[in-house]
């Protein structure tokens, strides 16, 4: 009998167990506040689609939603850390030596991002003493935030763990976030618009500044960076 020889193939769709331990405590995440949030996540994922729902939800402010929008803030801020873990591992012309580096770097990157920007925009508040629309700034665009994570995870675990879908979410995953920012912004505007009594001149203006400008400058801090 001809013995047969056993080639090892290294699996292109699961080849990082760091992430994959880092996609399962997400989802473990995601299923605690599914669970215990129930009605929560409804709310969020259906204020995305009407600003009436939008501005009623934003009148809640019982103990409860405080704890799931923490909670879902977390989940939001794992979700985009893996999506610039993956910018930076794949996109960025580096050759990285360990998944730990790159994941590293992604979480410095994306939470001093979140927290220059948030900084930023309570700086302007207080600037331009609009520290009343800047808090319903942060109200309506969490919900955007939130509302993207769930919408973006699946892809997530498509392009880590299935190779033939990968170019497939990738593209999905681009369309979503550009529907996403358009919507961040747009909910911007409204804040000032129909909220704050700002003429829409203004109300476009102050969403380029607390939003398109922090955004291209992160951009380009990054690129000289790397």
Same mark, same amino acid.
């Given at each position: 009998?001809?013995?047969?020889?056993?080639?090892?193939?290294?699996?292109?769709?699961? &080849?990082?167990?760091?992430?994959?331990?880092?996609?399962?405590?997400?989802?473990?995440?995601?299923?605690?506040?599914? #669970? !215990?949030?129930?009605?929560?996540?409804?709310?969020?994922?259906?204020? &995305?689609?009407?600003?009436?729902?939008?501005?009623?939800?934003?009148?809640?402010?019982? &103990?409860?939603?405080?704890?799931?929008?923490?909670?879902?803030?977390?989940?939001?801020?794992?979700?985009?850390?893996?999506?610039?873990?993956?910018?930076?591992?794949?996109?960025?012309?580096?050759?990285?030596?360990?998944?730990?580096?790159?994941?590293?770097?992604?979480?410095?990157?994306?939470?001093?991002?979140?927290?220059?920007?948030?900084?930023?925009?309570?700086?302007?508040?207080?600037?331009?003493?609009?520290? $009343?629309?800047?808090?319903?700034?942060?109200? !309506?665009?969490?919900?955007?935030?939130?509302?993207?994570?769930?919408?973006?995870?699946?892809?997530?675990?498509?392009?880590?763990?299935?190779?033939?879908?990968?170019?497939?979410?990738?593209?999905?995953?681009?369309?979503?976030?550009?529907?996403?920012?358009?919507?961040?912004?747009?909910? $911007?505007?409204?804040?000032?618009?129909?909220?704050? &009594?700002?003429?829409? #001149?203004?109300?476009?203006?102050?969403?380029?500044?607390?939003?398109?400008?922090? #955004?291209?400058?992160?951009?380009?801090?990054? $690129?000289?960076?790397?």
């Amino acid at each position: 009998m001809k013995k047969e020889l056993l080639i090892s193939i290294p699996r292109d769709d699961f &080849n990082s167990p760091i992430i994959a331990i880092y996609l399962l405590l997400s989802l473990l995440l995601l299923i605690y506040i599914s #669970f !215990h949030y129930k009605l929560y996540l409804k709310n969020i994922i259906l204020s &995305n689609f009407s600003f009436r729902l939008l501005k009623n939800f934003n009148k809640e402010d019982s &103990n409860v939603s405080k704890k799931a929008s923490v909670w879902f803030n977390l989940f939001f801020l794992m979700s985009a850390n893996l999506i610039v873990y993956f910018c930076v591992k794949y996109v960025v012309t580096l050759n990285w030596q360990s998944d730990w580096v790159a994941l590293g770097l992604s979480t410095l990157i994306t939470f001093s991002v979140f927290l220059i920007k948030f900084a930023f925009k309570v700086f302007l508040g207080r600037v331009f003493k609009t520290q $009343g629309i800047t808090r319903l700034y942060f109200s !309506h665009t969490s919900i955007r935030d939130k509302g993207f994570s769930v919408l973006v995870f699946p892809l997530l675990f498509l392009f880590e763990f299935n190779a033939s879908l990968k170019e497939f979410s990738v593209v999905l995953g681009v369309v979503i976030l550009f529907v996403y920012l358009a919507f961040r912004w747009i909910s $911007g505007v409204l804040v000032g618009f129909k909220l704050g &009594n700002i003429p829409f #001149f203004y109300s476009i203006l102050y969403i380029c500044t607390l939003e398109i400008l922090p #955004f291209g400058i992160a951009l380009k801090a990054l $690129g000289k960076i790397l």
